[in-house]
């Protein structure tokens, strides 16, 4: 707006206003001859009289009308343009707000809101163990922490078929697998004792619950280290943990398992059995699910 209008005053009556000036002060520096009748003696002229002084001329108008003449002698240097009315907006959508410094310029950006604080850091549950020792303590802490478990699996056999079926566990004692047609077995463990029952052929084999590789996950305390010999305690950067033990009381001699366990989402992932007459079967938890104590 401050633009446009100072503009609109130059291409206009300013330009005009000079020139009417010029003439005025050109006219004014020669004096009027007056020739007398030719009848008549010459006369002297009489001594020029200094103009009588004029009042200062008004300012100018915002906007005079084009053909207006001045009524007053205007003093030689250029017009300043007008003073800004106080009720002109300030500002306004052509002008950039940061470079006028009118009090009507747009306010600076607002700062960025601070960053946010660093995440916390990860409970201790989904830490990965740096050393031997602690992967074998959040392991047995893992197992005694459990009240009732239940998963679905998949079972590897050595001679490779496969199974699936659905796993309850509740500790201490009780253990229930229910495999999945065409497999007709069923594995229950009521604290004591564990069947091995066969549906199809109405059979059932009991042993108890010391003899077999699975006590681990009925047991009411559970210490590796001291139930069971530790072979090897391995652990990846991903956060996965093998434990590798031995079990000499199992039925038939000495069976090898390995135990596979999630640290980071804390989780029991797998096991492996390999039986005395070295009959390997692997079980692979899914959807595992857990009320702890």
């Given at each position: ?7 609109s005053l130059?291409s ?9 000036v010029?003439?005025?002060t050109?006219?004014?520096a ?7 009748p030719a009848?008549?003696?010459?006369r002297p002229a009489p001594?020029a009289?200094p103009a009588?002084?004029r009042?200062?001329?008004p300012?100018?108008?915002p906007?005079?009308p ?8 205007l ?5 300043l ?5 106080a ?7 052509s002008a950039?707000?940061a470079?006028?410094?009118?009090t ?5 950006p607002?700062a ?7 995440p916390?850091a990860?409970?201790p ?7 031997p ?17 239940t998963?679905?699996?998949l079972?590897?056999?050595?001679d ?10 509740k500790r ?8 999945n047609?065409?497999s ?5 463990a009521?604290g004591r004792?564990?069947?091995?029952r066969d549906?199809k052929?109405?059979?059932q ?5 010391g003899?077999?590789?699975l ?9 590796l280290?001291?139930d069971v ?9 991903s956060g996965?943990?093998?434990?590798i033990?031995?079990d000499?009381s199992t ?11 999630d640290?980071?989402?804390n989780?029991?992932?797998q096991w492996?059995?390999v039986d005395?007459q070295g009959?390997?079967?692997s079980?692979?938890l ?8």
């Open positions: 707006m401050k633009t446009l209008r100072f503009a130059v206009g009556p300013v330009l005009a206003l000079p020139v009417a010029l003439a005025a050109l006219a004014a020669q004096p009027l001859q007056i020739h007398p009848a008549q003696p010459a001594p009289q009588a002084p009042a200062p001329a300012a100018p108008t906007a005079p084009p053909n207006a003449a001045p009524q007053a002698s003093p030689a240097s250029h017009p343009p007008p003073r800004r009315p009720d002109l907006p300030t500002g306004g959508a950039p707000a470079s006028t410094g009118e009507g310029a747009r306010p600076a607002a960025p809101a601070p960053a946010a604080p660093p916390a990860p409970p549950a989904a830490a990965v163990p740096t050393n020792q602690a992967a074998l303590a959040r392991v047995n802490a893992y197992l005694n922490g459990i009240d009732t478990l998963a679905n699996f079972q590897y056999s050595g490779g078929r496969q199974a699936t079926g659905s796993l309850y566990v201490p004692g009780q253990l229930r697998f229910q495999y047609p065409p007709t077995l069923e594995i229950v009521d004792s564990v069947a091995i549906k052929l109405r059979t084999d009991v042993y108890s619950i003899q077999t590789p006590k681990f996950l009925v047991q009411d305390r559970v210490d280290a001291r010999k530790v072979l090897d305690v391995r652990t990846a950067p996965v943990v093998e434990v033990f031995e000499s039925l038939g001699g000495t069976s090898k398992v390995t135990l596979v366990y640290a980071k989402a989780v029991l992932r492996i059995v005395p009959y390997e079967t079980v692979a899914q959807d595992v699910n857990i009320v702890p104590r």
